[in-house]
């Protein structure tokens, strides 16, 4: 059987939801994939689950108090993490390779959020420096609340993965968005992380990301308000997935991630000269950046200055980067293309999938919440040329990219060895 986690050190953190009875099964999950793991519970968590559940599935100390007790015939947390004279109280965060909150309540959020550190789990989340998941649980009115809303976002801004809770029927009776995420999301979501398949080695994957800008004179420009967030998080989960890859981007404010060959372009026809040079070794392209369609027919040479209240400005075409790519590629390789629509939204992208002979398309509705340019999240449409449609939940950029390679790679054939 496969451990992908084996030799992995995982912190699960469980507060006071009615939720809570669930989180046994993501232990057992993660000890089966081959994970050491340590429950870290709050006071309230122990009025739904004992912790003596917890090490029973785990076979290690259930840690609740500041200061907890050993008991005889359990392991106790630096045992199972290592070094026993150094992982006392908030060290043990240092340790730990992934940290999953399961089910995390709205006052865990606001804590994490404030970096407030009054209890031992609170204490470890604000110290650590590993990945961390949280998957949250409550009533609908709390779930949509300004005050968690905001707490998410700004942990999202921070890196934490949030696992979005479902749509049902919760403890209250009414039926809303709150009830925790399927265990197995929640451990795949975790997984993906400090574990990504290897499905990718041996491939090449070219993504652009970002803007364009066509110079109107020296100083001025057509752009747009992409923030290169999606092409830079399908950079960085390919290369985690074993891929050479290239990183073509406009301007943005975002550092290239790790192991990425990154290459700098302005305008759309300098773009389109990079993707199209890359062209021949490449295996996948992924477009995901924002290129203008048109640019001014002339480039002034100094600063336009202010004069008559209106300016007429006439624009030409730019080249369609996709289209001069459908004319060139060799066969076996696989393109992605994004749609960014206002409306009739998944019509549109599938005329684009077959316009420009896409083997996958990614379509965001620019008017939903959580999705389109400078967005953490996305809320994204997946269709591929085999006519599979998948709608997704708002949920990170990496956790978008992650499927969306998982898709390339379902829609192109290849193995997970890299081979066909």
């Given at each position: 059987?496969?451990?992908?986690?084996?030799?992995?050190?995982?912190?699960?953190?469980?507060?006071?939801?009615?939720?809570?009875?669930?989180?046994?099964?993501?232990?057992?999950?993660?000890?089966?994939?081959?994970?050491?793991?340590?429950?870290?519970?709050?006071?309230?968590?122990?009025?739904?689950?004992?912790?003596?559940?917890?090490?029973?599935?785990?076979?290690?100390?259930?840690?609740?108090?500041?200061?907890?007790?050993?008991?005889?015939?359990?392991?106790?947390?630096?045992?199972?993490?290592?070094?026993?004279?150094?992982?006392?109280?908030?060290?043990?965060?240092?340790?730990?390779?992934?940290?999953?909150?399961?089910?995390?309540?709205?006052?865990?959020?606001?804590?994490?959020?404030?970096?407030?550190?009054?209890?031992?789990?609170?204490?470890?989340?604000?110290?650590?420096?590993?990945?961390?998941?949280?998957?949250?649980?409550?009533?609908?009115?709390?779930?949509?609340?300004?005050?968690?809303?905001?707490?998410?976002?700004?942990?999202?801004?921070?890196?934490?993965?949030?696992?979005?809770?479902?749509?049902?029927?919760?403890?209250?009776?009414?039926?809303?968005?709150?009830?925790?995420?399927?265990?197995?999301?929640?451990?795949?979501?975790?997984?993906?992380?400090?574990?990504?398949?290897?499905?990718?080695?041996?491939?090449?994957?070219?993504?652009?990301?970002?803007?364009?800008?066509?110079?109107?004179?020296?100083?001025?420009?057509?752009?747009?308000?992409?923030?290169?967030?999606?092409?830079?998080?399908?950079?960085?989960?390919?290369?985690?997935?074993?891929?050479?890859?290239?990183?073509?981007?406009?301007?943005?404010?975002?550092?290239?991630?790790?192991?990425?060959?990154?290459?700098?372009?302005?305008?759309?026809?300098?773009?389109?000269?990079?993707?199209?040079?890359?062209?021949?070794?490449?295996?996948?392209?992924?477009?995901a950046a924002a290129p203008a369609d048109?640019?001014?027919?002339?480039?002034s040479e100094r600063k336009i200055k202010?004069?008559?209240?209106?300016?007429?400005?006439?624009?030409?075409?730019?080249?369609?980067?996709?289209?001069?790519?459908?004319?060139?590629?060799?066969?076996?390789?696989?393109?992605?293309?994004?749609?960014?629509?206002?409306?009739?939204?998944?019509?549109?992208?599938?005329?684009?999938?077959?316009?420009?002979?896409?083997?996958?398309?990614?379509?965001?509705?620019?008017?939903?919440?959580?999705?389109?340019?400078?967005?953490?999240?996305?809320?994204?449409?997946?269709?591929?040329?085999?006519?599979?449609?998948?709608?997704?939940?708002?949920?990170?950029?990496?956790?978008?990219?992650?499927?969306?390679?998982?898709?390339?790679?379902?829609?192109?054939?290849?193995?997970?060895?890299?081979?066909?």
């Amino acid at each position: 059987m496969s451990k992908p986690l084996s030799g992995k050190k995982v912190v699960l953190g469980v507060t006071g939801s009615i939720a809570a009875f669930k989180a046994p099964s993501l232990v057992t999950r993660l000890v089966s994939a081959g994970a050491g793991v340590v429950v870290v519970m709050t006071e309230n968590a122990t009025r739904f689950v004992t912790p003596l559940t917890f090490e029973t599935l785990s076979g290690t100390e259930v840690i609740v108090s500041m200061w907890p007790e050993r008991k005889a015939g359990v392991r106790n947390a630096e045992e199972t993490l290592g070094d026993a004279e150094r992982l006392k109280h908030v060290k043990l965060a240092l340790a730990a390779d992934l940290a999953i909150v399961a089910p995390a309540t709205a006052n865990i959020i606001g804590k994490m959020a404030g970096g407030i550190a009054d209890d031992f789990l609170s204490t470890e989340l604000v110290a650590m420096t590993c990945p961390i998941v949280v998957a949250p649980a409550m009533n609908v009115n709390m779930m949509e609340s300004d005050a968690v809303g905001e707490n998410l976002e700004i942990l999202k801004r921070r890196g934490v993965v949030v696992v979005e809770p479902e749509i049902g029927r919760l403890a209250s009776g009414a039926i809303g968005r709150g009830r925790l995420a399927d265990p197995d999301h929640i451990v795949e979501t975790a997984m993906a992380l400090v574990a990504p398949a290897q499905d990718l080695v041996g491939r090449t994957v070219v993504v652009t990301a970002g803007p364009t800008e066509e110079p109107i004179d020296p100083v001025r420009h057509i752009g747009n308000r992409s923030s290169g967030k999606m092409g830079f998080a399908l950079a960085e989960r390919a290369v985690a997935r074993g891929a050479g890859v290239v990183l073509i981007s406009g301007r943005t404010a975002l550092d290239p991630p790790e192991g990425v060959r990154m290459v700098r372009v302005e305008t759309t026809s300098q773009m389109r000269d990079a993707v199209l040079a890359e062209l021949p070794e490449l295996d996948l392209l992924v477009m995901a950046a924002a290129p203008a369609d048109y640019r001014p027919a002339t480039v002034s040479e100094r600063k336009i200055k202010k004069g008559e209240e209106r300016m007429t400005l006439e624009l030409v075409r730019n080249d369609d980067i996709l289209l001069e790519v459908r004319s060139s590629k060799r066969e076996g390789q696989g393109i992605v293309g994004f749609a960014l629509e206002t409306d009739d939204v998944a019509a549109n992208a599938r005329g684009k999938l077959a316009d420009k002979d896409l083997d996958l398309i990614v379509a965001n509705d620019a008017a939903l919440e959580g999705a389109g340019f400078e967005s953490d999240t996305n809320v994204a449409t997946i269709i591929g040329r085999s006519g599979a449609e998948e709608v997704l939940e708002k949920m990170s950029k990496e956790a978008v990219a992650d499927v969306v390679l998982t898709r390339a790679i379902a829609e192109l054939g290849w193995g997970a060895d890299g081979g066909e």
